[in-house]
């Protein structure tokens, strides 16, 4: 994996980087193939504006937000707990937004309450209400 990558091996990087959770691949190594991946990447964007702003006080805690429909028992729910579990509470302040319908809470859900910064409920909101309530949330990364 060792190899002097140029911008024209980004599509072959990044399949590179899509399979790497399937091997026993060294963590240390896995960083520098996704750190060379966005210097690479980098260089195509000239010119081109950040998707986020800077944050007003860079050495504040980088606020987070997770909108999902299942923060409960779920392979959502459950890789949300991973994911939320590996953050240091000190440098970042986790907030979730449920769309789950009332009575889909359960214990995960209890769990992650208690683990994040804030838990806000948006049952029954469409995508364009969403926009207006939460503003400050880039709406382009939509998983379903």
């Known amino acids: 994996m060792t190899w002097n990558y140029t911008a024209n091996d980004l599509e072959a990087l990044?399949?590179?980087l899509g399979i790497l959770p399937?091997?026993?691949?060294?963590?240390q190594t896995v960083l520098a193939l996704y750190k060379t991946y966005d210097r690479l990447?980098?260089?195509?964007?000239?010119?081109?504006?950040?998707?986020?702003?800077?944050?007003?006080?860079?050495?504040?805690?980088?606020?987070?937000?997770?909108l999902s429909a299942d923060l409960r028992t779920h392979v959502?729910?459950?890789?949300?707990?991973?994911v939320v579990a590996r953050h240091d509470a000190e440098q970042f302040e986790i907030?979730?937004?449920?769309?789950?319908?009332i009575g889909g809470d359960d214990a995960l859900t209890a769990r992650l309450r208690l683990q994040?910064?804030?838990?806000?409920?948006?049952?029954?909101?469409?995508?364009?209400m969403l926009r207006a309530a939460?503003?400050?949330?880039?709406?382009?990364?939509?998983?379903?």
Request: net charge negative; hydrophobic share 35%; proline share 10%.
């Open 14 to 16: 990044s399949d590179l």
């Open 22 to 27: 399937y091997y026993d691949v060294p963590a």
């Open 41 to 66: 990447a980098q260089t195509g964007r000239v010119g081109i504006d950040d998707l986020a702003l800077p944050p007003d006080d860079p050495r504040g805690r980088l606020r987070i937000g997770f």
């Open 76 to 82: 959502m729910g459950r890789i949300i707990e991973e």
């Open 95 to 101: 907030h979730l937004y449920s769309l789950m319908p």
């Open 116 to 128: 994040t910064s804030g838990f806000t409920p948006l049952r029954g909101l469409t995508i364009t």
């Open 134 to 144: 939460l503003p400050m949330i880039d709406c382009t990364f939509w998983s379903t």
